[in-house]
């Protein structure tokens, strides 16, 4: 059966080494980096998930704040933070909680953020430096998670490898794409109007999942031996408890597969701990330092 990829393990020592970054810069006297994280509503998955970011950056030595809006803001009020926000020396990184409310239009939101403070990486300039390769692009945190665990396992040269993605998403599976295209790998992206999607999947020698479907990725999609990474975070019920499961069916397929991410514990960790080095890399740009 399948080796289980310990994302919580690889999230805690990339956090550990970031910490001794901050330290570092603290023994030297120098200003923290700053991360604001930004929620409008009280949506409850948001909510888990922007009190984990900010705690991690807590631990990192980051200065974490939440800016919590009204689920009733504008989207003028909301700007308006977000250009205090830039202007703030303070701050290094900015991220915006997604999903917003429905009356806000989530581009023009993301659009404002300053570029050299896009620790999500979803701002239009971002997007197109990570397809140009440029190497001041602040990349999205959980493609830049997979390809990591995907480097766990197989060693850090992916050249070669077929990658098939099932998902077209712009958080997950296009940045996921180009990543692994600058690995040198061969992409495939499989998606909601492919005609023969397992069978595509079946070819790959790594398998990354995000389409936010239950356990949808049975066997039939996995080729012995494949290396498994499932992004889907889904909350559903069983025997009367809740529980997490990703999008890929995990005991049927750690059957044949040779490595595959647990959910919890997979990519969930990685996301957090690259958006405490995206703060990190935006600090550096901020401060005027190569990067
Ligand atoms: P999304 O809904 O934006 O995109 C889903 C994609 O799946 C679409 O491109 C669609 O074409 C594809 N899809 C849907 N049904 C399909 C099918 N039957 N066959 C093939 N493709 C199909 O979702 P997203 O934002 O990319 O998120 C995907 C999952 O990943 C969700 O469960 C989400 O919660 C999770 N997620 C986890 C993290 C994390 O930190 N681990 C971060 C982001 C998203």
């Keep these: 059966t399948a080796a289980i990829i310990n994302g919580k393990e690889v999230a805690d020592s990339l956090v550990a080494s970031i910490a001794t970054q901050v330290a570092q810069l603290e023994a030297e006297g120098k200003r923290l980096p700053g991360l604001a994280v930004v929620m409008v509503g009280d949506n409850p998955a948001s909510d888990v998930y922007v009190r984990n970011k900010t705690r991690r950056c807590q631990q990192a ?12 803001t504008t989207e003028a009020d909301l700007l ?34 300053a570029v050299a403070k896009d620790v999500d990486g979803f701002h239009p300039n971002n997007v197109g430096k990570l397809s140009l390769g440029d190497a001041t692009a602040l ?4 493609p830049q998670g997979c390809v990591t665990l995907a480097q766990s ?55 990354v999942v995000a389409v936010g479907r239950p356990e949808m990725v049975g066997p039939d999609w996995v080729k012995p031996g494949a290396v498994v990474i499932d992004v889907g975070i889904n909350r559903t ?16 397929v750690a059957q044949l597969a040779a ?33």
Excluded: W
């Design 139 to 142: 990349v999205p945190c959980t």
């Design 237 to 252: 019920e069983r025997d009367g408890k809740a529980k997490l499961v990703g999008d890929v069916a995990f005991g049927p």
């Design 80 to 113: 308006g933070l977000v250009d205090r926000l830039n202007d703030d020396p303070g701050v290094d990184g900015i991220l915006v909680q997604l999903p917003l409310p429905a009356h806000l239009d989530e581009q023009r939101v993301l659009n404002r953020i």
């Design 153 to 207: 396992e197989l060693g850090a040269d992916l050249s070669g490898k077929h990658v098939v993605i099932v998902g077209r998403s712009n958080i997950v599976g296009k940045p996921a794409a180009q990543l692994f295209l600058a690995q040198h790998c061969s992409v495939t992206v499989v998606h909601s109007r492919s005609a023969n999607g397992a069978e595509l999947a079946r070819q790959a020698d790594i398998l």
């Design 259 to 291: 490595a595959i991410t647990p959910v919890p514990g997979g990519v969930g960790p990685m996301t957090i701990a690259y958006l405490l080095e995206n703060t990190m890399k935006a600090y550096a740009m901020n401060q005027g330092q190569q990067v």
């Design 61 to 72: 030595g980051i200065l974490g704040q939440e800016f919590r809006l009204d689920e009733a």
